[in-house]
């Protein structure tokens, strides 16, 4: 009996967790189609609609089961932000750095499409020091503990959490941190600049000449 009801808790649990799982998935395919929806709906400008189509446009970057969605979803943006003409375009250029940033770590095709969209492909990307935490996590985890990329990159974020500034750094240097040799070669090709330093002073060729980097 106990093995029974053991084995039945079991089922219970792999079957919550399998519908959660989709669930997940489904609210994701839906975040893409509310957000196009109101952007097209929308009779008046309203910048909390292209900020939240943005969030959800970054959030999902990369994948390829998003990746239809993901060009609708930008298409949308731009044609809102066109027809109501809003003035925020620093936001926006914040937004489209971001999202080539995160392309970046991923794969050639992503970032080629960015570029394309016509993102500049040396755009520098700025971080506050709470949004930093992630991108910290990502450009270390490859890295020996005491590399000299390491100890700039931690000497960097410990300063910012002090002085709440911001970090800057370009779609190239994270593309060579995490070994995108392809990615490399299309940024370069579409005018990435590899001499160009981020805020702790390190230029993106000292990274993919490192023999500590995963670029070949």
């Not at 609210?27 to 097209?40: C, F, P, V, Y």
């Not at 060009?71 to 027809?83: C, G, S, V, W």
């Not at 492909?121 to 270390?140: D, G, L, Q, S």
């Not at 931690?154 to 709440?164: A, I, P, R, T």
Request: with cysteine; glycine share 4%.
């Amino acid at each position: 009996t106990n093995a029974h009801n053991a084995f039945k808790n079991e089922a219970y649990k792999q079957k919550r967790f399998e519908l959660n799982k989709k669930l997940t998935e489904n609210l994701k395919e839906n975040q893409h189609d509310i957000a196009i929806s109101r952007l097209r709906q929308s009779s008046s400008p309203e910048k909390s609609i292209a900020e939240s189509a943005e969030k959800i446009l970054i959030s999902n970057i990369g994948p390829k089961e998003y990746e239809e969605k993901n060009k609708e979803l930008f298409t949308a943006i731009e044609e809102y932000r066109n027809r109501y003409g809003l003035p925020d375009k620093k936001s926006w250029d914040k937004t489209r750095g971001k999202l080539l940033f995160t392309a970046a770590g991923w794969d050639a095709e992503t970032a080629l499409w960015l570029l394309e969209k016509g993102i500049p492909a040396n755009i520098r990307v700025e971080f506050t020091w709470k949004e930093r935490t992630p991108y910290f996590n990502n450009f270390c985890r490859d890295l020996p503990y005491n590399s000299r990329r390491r100890n700039s990159i931690k000497k960097e974020y410990d300063s910012l959490q002090k002085s709440q500034g911001t970090y800057w750094t370009t779609p190239l240097h994270y593309a060579a941190m995490r070994g995108k040799a392809e990615v490399v070669e299309v940024l370069l090709k579409h005018g990435a600049h590899p001499d160009d330093t981020d805020s702790a002073g390190i230029k993106a060729s000292e990274i993919i000449e490192k023999p500590w980097s995963r670029h070949t």
